[in-house]
């Protein structure tokens, strides 16, 4: 209900009983006037009252929802930006080995997220970018990344 709906009930309430008010006598009547005029005005204002906190209940749900839809689509980006910023930094951290080994390649890494919310490297895309020389820096690298990255040779895919 809105406020211009309930408050010139009130008004005029408020002014009917302060003229009865006025014109009683003093004493028991004046007392029990005046318990008569609160519960006038309080039953006078309910209405405005009741739907308006109902309302503002929710308005609070509603509110509420609306947080919790919102951390829930910052936490999926956050997921998104941590999961490409693994996939960057894993893969130039390959390439500068493969470097160090004389290798050119070009490191496609897949990161994953386990079940208790930790990022690691699922597997990863070696693609040469010249064939390699030696068979034995190509072993090296395979070797490096299980053991440094924890990415078992089944999950190693090598584009020669």
Not at 60 to 78: G, T, V
Request: proline fraction near 5%; glycine fraction near 8%.
């Amino acid at each position: 209900m809105e406020s211009s709906n309930w408050l010139s009930p009130l008004l005029g309430s408020g002014l009917l009983v302060s003229l009865l008010l006025a014109v009683m006598p003093e004493g028991g009547p004046k007392r029990i006037g005046g318990m008569v005029a609160c519960a006038l005005l309080f039953f006078t204002i309910l209405p405005g009252i009741v739907p308006a906190a109902l309302n503002a209940g929710g308005a609070a749900a509603s509110y509420r929802e609306s947080l919790e839809e919102k951390m829930r689509m910052a936490e999926q980006d956050a997921e998104k930006e941590a999961l490409t910023l693994m996939r960057q930094y894993a893969g130039a951290l390959i390439e500068k080995k493969a470097e160090e080994l004389s290798l050119e390649i070009k490191a496609d890494c897949d990161p994953a997220i386990d079940e208790n919310g930790d990022i690691y490297l699922y597997g990863v895309t070696i693609t040469y970018r010249q064939r390699p020389d030696e068979e034995d820096s190509v072993t090296a690298l395979k070797e490096w990344m299980r053991k440094t990255l924890g990415i078992p040779l089944k999950r190693q895919k090598h584009i020669r």
